[in-house]
C-alpha cells in the first residue's frame, strides 16, 4: 500500500473513531451533570448512542451519575482505533500498551470536549447570551467552573473563570496525558 493511501486510510479511521467517541464522550458527561432530557442536544446525542450503550446498561448499572457502561464502551473502542492503527503501521501492539492507550486517549478526548464547551459557552456569552444552547453548556461545563468560580469571583461583573480553566485544562493534557501517552506508546510498541 502507497504511503499516502495509508496515510488517507490511518485519517479515516481515527476521525471517525474520534467522532463517534467525541459523542460519547458528551453523552457520558451529560449524564453525569443531570442533563435535561428533553433538550434537542440532549436528545440527539442520546439517540444516536443507544444502539451502542443501551445493549451493556442492562447488565451493568450506572454508579452514581457516572455510566459505566459508556465508559466501557468508550475504553474498548478507543482499543479497537489503537489496534487497528498500530496494525497498519507497525504490527499488532502489546494488550497493556493497548490498554493504557485507551485510557490516556479517552482522557485527552474528555479534556478537550470540556476545553471546546467552555470556550464555546465564553463566546456564547459575549454574542449571544440569551442563545437556548448557553444553559446546556453552563450545565455540560459546571464539574470545570463551578470549584473555580467558588475561588474566583466576577471581576467588574465579569466571570473570567473560563481563562483559568482553559489553562489548567491545558495543563493537564501537557503534564498528564501526553507523558501517560508516551509510556503507552513505548509499551505498546515493545
Known amino acids: 500500500m502507497s504511503d499516502a493511501v495509508n496515510a488517507s486510510l490511518l485519517f479515516l ?5 474520534d467522532l463517534y467517541l467525541f459523542v460519547l464522550i458528551i453523552r457520558l458527561i451529560l449524564a453525569y451533570v443531570g442533563s435535561n432530557y428533553y433538550e434537542p442536544i440532549t436528545q440527539f446525542i442520546v439517540k444516536i448512542t443507544d444502539p451502542v450503550v443501551k445493549p451493556l446498561r442492562r447488565f451493568i448499572p450506572n454508579y452514581r451519575h457516572i455510566e459505566i457502561s459508556t465508559i466501557l464502551i ?5 482499543m479497537i482505533k489503537f489496534g487497528i492503527i498500530s496494525s497498519l503501521t507497525f504490527g499488532f501492539p502489546n494488550l497493556l500498551g493497548l490498554f493504557l492507550l485507551a485510557i490516556g486517549d479517552a482522557c485527552k478526548l474528555l479534556i478537550q470536549t470540556f476545553f471546546y464547551a467552555i470556550l464555546l459557552q465564553a463566546i456564547l456569552s459575549w454574542i449571544q447570551p440569551q442563545a437556548p444552547v448557553n444553559s446546556v453548556l453552563i450545565q455540560f461545563n459546571s464539574p470545570i467552573m463551578r470549584p473555580i468560580q467558588r475561588i474566583i469571583p466576577l471581576v467588574g461583573g465579569v466571570d473570567i473563570t473560563p481563562i483559568p480553566a482553559l489553562i ?3 495543563l493537564v493534557s501537557i503534564a498528564l496525558i501526553n507523558p501517560l501517552m508516551a509510556v503507552a506508546l513505548n509499551i505498546a510498541i515493545s
Not at 479511521?13 to 473513531?17: D, E, G, K, P, V
Request: net charge negative; proline share 0%; glycine share 0%.
Open 168 to 170: 489548567l485544562l491545558q
Open 13 to 17: 479511521i481515527n476521525t471517525l473513531f
Open 74 to 78: 468508550i475504553i474498548a473502542l478507543e
